[in-house]
């Protein structure tokens, strides 16, 4: 049967915006709608920013992030569904249970378009079921059904079930075993992508929520320039193509893993090296001719970076760096097949490959120096570390310490276990070696979700040439603000960060794909101002929620044990040189010296809209 | 020699930009050229600083003077260089420098081939007061001031005991100038340093590329070149697994492993 649109009434939204949310209370399903002004569009655009800006509204001040009152975010943004190249993408936006702090991550998916035809900027849910249940938005209806039969399933496989029960038109954003069971890094799944950092997947696990169904109402909001619009999107599908993207369509993220092992920047055995001696068995150079089967496009992408790899058996994985860092050279594993096997089993279970990774690493090292009793569990192990990821996934045995993140492990076991945890703000350090990359260094020290690649690129300065990558100054302070403003950029229109190589000027021409959608004339410099307020509207919600400058830093083994290059020289990073350029991105941000937005900063950037809007 | 030795080409280099390029290798100071008055010199990287001689013609300390007052206390040890060695290794900087420290003296002055260095040795930046009372006195040889300091003076034997010297070059060919047309002619015939280079990533076209490719090179660009590589801004080298470029005039010397990267390392 042949569904027809409902008509939509946007009110007075500007351009590729509904210019409302939906806030559906469980377990009943009730939902309100949130309308959100053209002032704080346009002061947050959408994903991430957005996202902030209905934490700091709908949460409660000091919330559990478990706790049914904590709010759970599915934010859009002007570009989905326009036929921009990356732009189907949206932010899953939560208090983290793994940090405190808010935490957003983002996933590219069909989920992204039927999410938003529903007829909304973003979807919000409140509140927790009783019994394991499914959210169905169905363009402007919400109900809540039961998900007993789903309950325990792969979030893949309950997204298949879902969609054969509901219709193909309904996409699916599901949670796996790890985020019923509360794992404080689960993941959020949808077309087999992951909404992978921060442990979303247990705030849905919270609230008994198998998954969110959504369909679209059919009716796109318009577009201010559609001509204009298409005339972008022909210009960037065509960049697309080009050398800045030739990496991750040739061989994907993977071929990272061989050029960091060069440059003594691929974090080993827990850290405590930044080279693997067997890094070419799990290289992208290699492994591409060797098991390559397939590459995936996300929807609406041109680039095509998922790269699917055979294993053992037949089984097939997807292949990207930061799973096979973690679960290779980090664990101490050289053998392809278990490292597929324990990235394709993290995505059966739900669980963010860093994280699981970075944990089970650390917890490596705890038994080697006697801190833990785990004798079976070594480094280089590849059944020990499959072990691991099913006992973390069922919160059995070792898994159950395991479960809460290395930072909570930690604490219960002692200062040497703490020295040596992988972890900032909670969060755990994907696969950037931060002494022999010290603008990175900063940039995963200070950013407000924990150490991530993905909110910093400050790598970017370090591998540029133009700074020395051993010696971090003001200079880096200064190129970890501009990737860390870009990232926020770029999350919140949002576009895919792997087509940031094809903007020569970003700001500017980023400026220039918003402009025909939402008729906004935003300038170069008004799109910079947005992206400064975006990343401190995220430290505004941390500091709301406790957050101080002592959690602005880095574990103390980077900061007290050197790295020696192939070179001889070795890459020291010292509590001094981390303060130093800590004070200068403080200032550089307009922060004082604790971190807080000076008065000056709080007017420029009108971040008083975070605040006003702090209470529901 | 009829022309300025500065700005005598060498491999796609002038003398002048090969000699700081090798240097600032190896400093982690900043490097500083000393000048004639009026000397024109070739084009230098910015960061490089320029002092002038007080007075032209009256040799080497008169340099040495103009040097250390230019570094001030931004260093504790000078490196000191002659323009004129096409050769120059940064191991044999290193381990003048290595010497220095490990010896606690004054100067560290190489004495081989026959002859001591001075034009290829470490001096205290601290001496600035004590070559000033000579230039004073007008005993403008370095050996006065080697009269006065404490000396170390590092011999052939060694030198070559420090192993990437060694391993890099054996027959210190860091010592060899160019004093005339002919020698500068011979010094021209010489290849370019034995480098090697890889490509990783996307830059490995079916992995060809992976395994370390012997080739002649004495910039960054030419390595490039011989990679197959462009230096644009989607591609930077790593240096012996150390310092990232993407200079297309940056200088290289026997055995550099020059690794060609995609620049964009997301992911």
């Given amino acids: 049967m042949r569904r027809v649109p409902a008509p939509v009434d946007r009110g007075s939204a500007p351009g590729g915006y509904f210019g409302r ?25 959408g994903g991430a920013g957005l996202g902030a800006w209905l934490m700091h509204r709908l949460a409660p001040p000091g919330v559990d992030p478990l706790a049914p009152e904590a709010p759970l975010a599915f934010v859009f943004s002007p570009l989905v569904g326009t036929p921009l190249t990356t732009s189907a993408k949206f932010a899953v936006v939560a208090k983290s249970p793994l940090t405190g702090l808010l935490n957003d991550a983002l996933a590219s998916s069909h989920f992204a378009i039927a999410g938003k035809l529903t007829g909304h900027d973003a979807l919000v849910v409140r509140g927790a079921c009783e019994v394991p249940s499914v959210l169905v938005v169905d363009g402007g209806r919400t109900r809540v059904e039961p998900a007993f039969p789903l309950w325990g399933l792969p979030a893949a496989e309950a997204e298949r079930r879902l969609r054969e029960r509901l219709g193909a038109g309904f996409r699916v954003a599901a949670i796996g075993p790890a985020g019923e069971r509360l794992v404080r890094y689960a993941t959020v799944s949808h077309d087999g992508r992951h909404a992978g950092r921060g442990g979303l997947g247990a705030v849905m696990g919270a609230k008994r929520l198998k998954a969110v169904a959504v369909r679209g109402a059919g009716v796109k909001p318009p577009l201010a320039d559609p001509e204009g619009v298409l005339v972008a999107a022909r210009d960037l599908r065509e960049r697309s193509f080009g050398p800045a993207t030739a990496k991750y369509r040739e061989l994907g993220t993977l071929a990272n893993l061989l050029s960091f092992n060069a440059i003594s920047t691929l974090p080993t055995r827990n850290f405590q090296a930044a080279s693997f001696e067997d890094a070419p068995r799990l290289a992208a150079e290699e492994l591409h001719e060797l098991r390559g089967v397939a590459r995936n496009n996300c929807a609406s992408c041109t680039i095509g970076c998922e790269h699917i790899y055979a294993g053992r058996g037949g089984s097939r994985a997807r292949v990207e760096y930061e799973n096979v860092f973690a679960l290779g050279p980090l664990c101490g594993v050289s053998d392809p097949d278990a490292t597929l096997a324990a990235s394709a089993r993290c995505d059966e279970l739900g669980l963010d490959t860093i994280s699981a990774g970075g944990t089970i690493a650390w917890a490596m090292e705890c038994a080697e120096r006697g801190l833990i009793d785990a004798p079976w569990l070594r480094f280089g192990d590849a059944d020990a570390l499959l072990r691991a990821l099913d006992e973390i996934a069922a919160r059995e045995g070792l898994g159950d310490l395991l479960s809460e993140g290395s930072r909570r492990a930690a604490a219960t076991i002692g200062p040497e276990a703490e020295a040596i945890a992988p972890q900032v703000k909670g969060l755990e350090l994907p696969g950037y070696e931060p002494r022999t990359l010290q603008a990175m260094a900063l940039g995963l020290a200070v950013n407000a979700r924990g150490a991530d690649h993905n909110r910093s690129g400050a790598y970017e300065a370090d591998l540029s040439g133009e700074l020395d990558r051993l010696a971090g100054g003001e200079g880096h302070a200064a190129a970890a603000i501009e990737t860390e403003d870009r990232a926020a950029a770029m999350d919140s229109l949002i576009l895919c960060k792997f087509l940031r190589g094809v903007f020569a000027e970003p700001w500017p021409e980023w400026a220039a794909l918003l402009q025909p959608v939402t008729g906004w004339d935003m300038d170069e410099r008004e799109l910079k101002r947005t992206a400064r307020r975006i990343v401190l509207a995220k430290r505004l919600y941390n500091l709301r929620e406790g957050w101080t400058r002592a959690e602005d830093r880095l574990p103390e083994r980077f900061l007290s044990e050197p790295i020696e290059l192939d070179s001889g020289r070795q890459a020291t990073l010292t509590p001094a040189r981390l303060g130093g350029m800590i004070d200068a991105y403080y200032a550089g941000r307009g922060l004082d010296p604790d971190g807080r937005p000076e008065p000056a900063t709080t007017a420029e950037l009108d971040l008083d809209l975070f605040v006003r809007g702090a209470s529901p | 020699m009829g022309r300025p030795k500065a700005s005598l080409e060498w491999h796609g280099s002038t003398l002048l930009q090969r000699v700081v390029g090798i240097v600032a290798r190896v400093v982690d100071g900043p490097v ?24 032209e013609g009256r040799g080497p300390l008169e340099g040495i003077h103009a040097g250390l007052a230019a570094l001030g206390d931004a260093a504790s040890w000078a490196y000191v260089s002659s323009t004129d060695v096409p050769l120059l290794h940064p191991a044999f900087v290193r381990a003048v420098l290595r010497a220095a420290e490990r010896e606690d003296a004054d100067v560290a002055l190489p004495v081989a081939h026959g002859f001591r260095h001075p034009l290829a040795a470490a001096y205290r930046t601290g001496l600035l007061p004590e070559v000033e009372r000579l230039i004073a006195e007008d005993r403008m040889k370095p050996a006065f001031l080697f009269e006065r300091v404490r000396m170390h003076e590092l011999d052939e034997d060694e030198l070559l005991r420090d192993r990437d010297l060694s391993r890099a070059d054996p027959d210190l060919l860091s010592l060899l100038n160019v004093n005339d047309p002919a020698e500068y002619e011979r010094a021209r015939a010489r290849s370019a340093p034995a480098v090697t280079v890889r490509r990783f990533g996307a830059l490995a076209r079916n992995g060809a590329g992976l395994e370390p490719l012997p080739v002649r090179a004495a910039t960054l660009g030419e390595a490039a070149t011989s990679a197959g590589v462009t230096l644009d801004r989607h591609v930077v080298a790593a240096l012996n697994g150390d310092q990232i470029s993407r200079d297309p005039d940056y200088p290289l010397a026997t055995g550099d492993a020059v690794a060609f990267l995609a620049a964009d390392a997301g992911g």
């Fill in chain 1, 21 to 45: 949310a939906l806030v559906a209370d469980l377990p009943h399903g009730g939902a309100e709608r949130l309308p959100l002004s053209e002032q704080v569009l346009r002061s947050c655009i």
């Fill in chain 2, 32 to 55: 500083v050229v000393v000048r004639a008055p009026g000397q024109e010199l070739p084009e230098l990287p910015a960061e490089v600083a320029l002092a002038t001689d007080a007075r």
